[in-house]
């Protein structure tokens, strides 16, 4: 199935908002996004979110005949699949170059680097050994998948028990769980890939790319690197040139991310160990936060209003007895650029001039009152009152006296009167 | 009078529940939930990508089904000689023509008296557009929803809002383009006081900058 292509516009305002050092949903140039590790009720299952980028990894093992090339070593077998569940550019079943580069990628990661002790997957050299087969399925793509696929795959095995085994003499007895506890696999180290998006011919990088900013960069680099400051595997992809203290920088980078997710994945797994040696109920089920509307569908984004700059804005928001929740902002005749209210929901900002249309006598005046905060242009906003009950605020702009119930109309009428006493 | 059959759960209870709707005077209904794919309706306005150009026609991608089509002499001023200037992956604001569900839909620029009305290539000199889901649509273009109002008093901004979940947001600058369309994200599962208590919040926190 075709992808939405990605219009001029977009491509567009990413270059420029990363060449100003701003990212689309608000983070800054090396943050993650929201990073969630779950695991499931089975062992060696591991589901991690990164953002809205899901992936599901599932570790399983089984005795098989060694390499001939090697016969005391067990083997780990890494897949990943990306379905067009995940994304609609994806096809089932044929594995794309996408899809080739993570599976590559990750093998180098974890296998080449041995992080797992393959020598004691031996059951009997020569014979029998155990082959651990990692199979980690993409289940939503928005970008990043490399990271979510790593980390998912390295939690996962750091979760999963084998079956334990007694050899005698020539009789091997694999013990099912309930006779004897399953096995950890011997994790040496953690590798995790972390990804750097490049823009603009490696001047900008970002941490951890949104599937829009994939899109848009230059080219990727993936350091693979656990937090002993080892790097695992190194990938540049891309029509870009990088220069050598960039790739150093990026190292760096990676060093504090790969510090911090491996606490992560190790507070989770303590975390699923201590509720199941409790006793308590562990696995994705309990994972779901179940007292919200929206609990599957999206994590609460913070509005940060620390990033926003600018200078404080004159006369605003002088509170009278009603009106402290109103945000109607009163104008400063000297400055130009600035939003001129003539009435509420009726505005001009400087080129335009006046508003020349329904202008009543009673704006006029309005206008002519300048900066200075009256309690009657208070009677004429029609928003911002979070009257109990009220369902519907009438916040059409045409309206000139709204329909506010209960006590403030009381005061309304009270406002009127003296308003038409002022005139007259 | 139009009764449009929803595939409710009893589909019998529920072609009689929208005519009792009807008989009480209301003619056009919605179901509000969560869709992110768009149905298209005939006299809609989205917002389209263009996809394709080939032959007489442009292909525009509306996040449908199917990929709509519009004729290079549906904007306003375009004849044979007088092309428009369109390219591939500029946006367009556009009305549906047609839409059944058995044809490919098609898209118009102009209004029937020729006049662009608006419609048009937008998003030339910036902007973002920013996909979201159906309900959030309807629900900032409601006339009880605070949203857009307030927002407008603190960032003066320029929105162009596509039935088929797409909006076009241009701010004075790139931070105020980003902010509009994260506050408009967040407000999907807002109520109106937290609307206006978001909005009060980021005029607070926020003003122009030059």
Known sequence: ???????????????????????????????????????????????????????????????????????????????????????????????????????????????????????????????????????????????????????????????????????????????????RDPVPLSVHHMPICVSFAFFEQGKFLLVDPTDKEEKVMDGRMVIGMNKHREICTLQITGQMLLLKDQVLRCSNIA???????????????????????????????????????????KTSTPLDMDTVEGQMATEYLHGSDESDSDSHITSSEDDDDSVVIMDS???????????????????????????????????????????PGAGNQGYSSEEETTEILGQTAAKQTTESNRKKKRKS | MEIEEFIFQNKIIGKYFFFLLSVLGLHYFHLNDFYLQYVPVRGESVIGIVTNKGGDVF????????????????????????????????????????????MEPELVCIDSTGRSAGMGVIGRDGGFLHCCSLNLIRKILSSDCPLLKLLGKTLPFEITVGMNGRIWVRARTSTQTITVINAISTAEYMDNTQISAMCKKLSEAFIEVD
Not at chain 1, 90 to 113: H, Q, Y
Not at chain 1, 264 to 292: M, P, Q, W, Y
Not at chain 2, 69 to 97: H, Q, W
Request: proline residues 3%; charged residues 30%; contains cysteine.
């Open chain 1, 345 to 387: 929901g009726v505005g001009s900002i400087g080129l335009g001039g006046k508003n020349t249309w329904n202008v009543d006598d009673e704006m006029e005046e309005l206008k002519d009152e300048g900066t200075k905060k009256s309690t009657q242009k208070s009677q004429k906003t029609n928003i911002d009152k979070p009257v």
């Open chain 1, 255 to 297: 060093v504090v991310k790969v510090t911090e997710i491996t606490e992560l994945i190790h507070r989770a797994l303590e975390n699923d160990r201590h509720e199941r040696s409790k006793g308590g109920k562990f696995g994705f089920a309990e994972t779901v936060c179940k007292e919200k509307l929206t609990t599957n569908q």
């Open chain 2, 59 to 102: 292909r525009v991608d509306i996040g449908g089904s199917e990929m709509g089509s519009l004729s290079y002499l549906s904007f306003e001023g375009a004849t044979k000689r007088n092309r428009p200037d369109v390219k591939v992956g500029d946006i367009v604001y556009c009305k549906m023509l047609m839409a059944m569900k058995d």
């Open chain 1, 1 to 179: 199935m075709r992808e939405t292509l990605l219009s001029n516009c977009e491509r567009e305002f990413i270059k420029k908002a990363v060449a100003d050092k701003r990212r689309i949903d608000g983070r800054q140039a090396y943050d993650y996004r929201h990073l969630k590790i779950s695991f499931g009720v089975e062992r060696g299952c591991c589901q991690v979110e990164i953002g809205d980028t899901r992936v599901m990894s599932q570790v399983s093992c089984q005795v098989v005949e060694p390499k001939q090339a090697r016969p005391a070593d067990g083997m780990l077998y890494i897949n990943v699949e990306l379905s067009p569940m995940a994304c609609p550019s994806f096809e089932a079943g044929r594995l794309s170059d996408f899809g080739v580069e993570i599976n590559r990628l990750l093998e180098r990661c974890l296998k080449e680097s041995r992080c797992i002790d393959t020598e004691s997957l031996c059951i009997v050299a020569g014979e029998k050994v155990w082959e651990v087969r990692v199979d980690v399925h993409a289940l939503n793509h928005d970008g990043n998948l490399i990271d979510a696929c790593s980390i998912a795959a390295i939690a996962s095995l750091a979760h999963f028990r084998r079956p334990d085994i007694t050899v005698s003499g020539d009789e091997i007895t694999i013990h099912p769980a309930s006779e």
